[in-house]
């Protein structure tokens, strides 16, 4: 498997309810990074957790980071039509001349109305 | 929208043409990266320029070529494609310190060009 995994890799649930999303990885990272895509649009970034962090909120976003288990997960709660899109994760992999992010495959989360 | 702006948006193109992708960043960022998104595939990295130069050729083809004549700009010029290489090619800018990401750091995306080779 790659350095950044999602699971699922479709989700679909009812408006109003939770989305939980997962990334495994496989080395040693400096960072964990959410993304959000759009149907063929950009990446847009939703929130970086460090590896001496275990936890971030923003909004209606959780991330937990856990690097004993090499996972982290996205929460969505309450969640709405509008956060239908793909969500990845990437990694900042620590160590030598390392200044990339590596891209999993994504969830597709589906929220209907 | 982020910041990050690239043209076309969509492109067709035969595999003799010659064309180029255009991003431009209004951010002030200093790192800037190419980035190739094909149906079922993770985002792949291509190239990566930190203040004009390329750190980073993430062993692509010859048949695209980067151009970074400044840190807001950069080019991809393609020449003999294949039909896999359609795919949407997205480009980014980032703030890049030593030569790495600083730890608050993220990437900002632009729209992305949607590239057909027929």
């Known amino acids: 498997s790659q350095q950044g995994e999602e699971d699922p890799q479709a989700l679909s649930i009812q408006e109003g309810e939770n989305a939980t999303m997962n990334c495994s990885y496989k080395?040693?990272?400096?960072?964990l990074q959410w993304y959000r895509q759009n149907s063929g649009r950009g990446l847009v970034h939703l929130i970086l957790i460090r590896s001496n962090e275990r936890e971030k909120h923003s909004g209606r976003l959780r991330v937990t980071l856990d690097t004993s288990k090499k996972s982290s997960s996205l929460l969505i709660t309450a969640s709405r039509a509008a956060d239908t899109a793909s969500y990845f994760c990437a990694t900042e992999v620590s160590g030598g001349s390392n200044y990339k992010l590596t891209f999993g495959k994504g969830t597709l989360l589906t929220v209907n109305p | 929208e982020t910041g990050v702006t690239q043209t076309p948006r969509h492109l067709v193109m035969g595999m003799t043409n010659k064309k180029s992708l255009k991003c431009e960043q209004h951010?002030?960022?200093?790192?800037m990266y190419w980035y190739k998104q094909s149906a079922k595939k993770p985002l792949e990295l291509m190239f990566v320029y930190n203040f004009k130069e390329q750190t980073e050729n993430n062993s692509v083809p010859s048949r695209f070529s980067p151009e970074c004549p400044n840190s807001s700009h950069l080019f991809l010029h393609l020449h003999t494609l294949q039909p896999e290489d359609s795919a949407l090619y997205l480009c980014a800018s980032s703030r890049m310190e030593g030569g790495r990401l600083g730890l608050m750091d993220e990437q900002f995306f632009g729209p992305g060009t949607r590239l057909t080779v027929l």
């Open positions: 080395t040693s990272i400096n960072n």
């Open positions: 951010l002030g960022h200093n790192a």
